[in-house]
């Protein structure tokens, strides 16, 4: 499942995506078995939102699992197994840390950083980049 705004990436995912299965399946890496070939399906028309799984189109389809892409409510499916996966938004890790540094000092006040999926793969960096900035001052 695409949301809206990655619907513009969905064509190269699923050939990323069909040459893994085609190259796990000539070297035997893939497959339970069977010589059935896998089907790809995009599915872009939100029914409920972006962030929901949408398990009774994927039903439609016959699919034996939906992978979502992008923002998610992470509502448990019932019938259907769901892979996620968020994505990686772009950050300026070090103007991102220099600007809690300066509210943290000018304020006097503890901070709380919430975050998005899409940036939890920069939260460790964005969090020593604040103790080095704070150690040094």
């Known amino acids: 499942m695409f949301p809206d705004e990655l619907l513009k990436d969905a064509t190269q995912v699923v050939k990323a995506l069909r040459d893994r299965l085609e190259a796990g ?4 890496r893939v497959g339970s078995g069977d010589d059935r070939e896998v089907g790809l399906f ?3 028309d939100t029914t409920y939102g972006s962030c929901c799984v ?3 189109g994927a039903s439609r389809i016959d699919a ?3 992978v979502h892409y992008g923002h998610t409510c992470l509502i448990p499916t019932s019938n259907l197994p769901a892979f996620f996966v968020f994505g990686k938004a772009p950050i300026n890790i070090s103007n991102c840390a220099e600007n809690l540094s300066t509210y943290v000092l000018t304020q006097g006040k503890h901070i709380m950083v919430l975050f998005g999926l899409e940036y939890s793969y920069t939260m460790q960096k964005i969090k020593e980049a604040l103790m080095l900035g704070l150690e040094s001052t």
């Open 54 to 56: 949408d398990e009774v």
């Open 42 to 44: 995009v599915m872009a």
């Open 64 to 66: 034996d699992c939906v």
């Open 25 to 28: 399946s000539e070297s035997g």
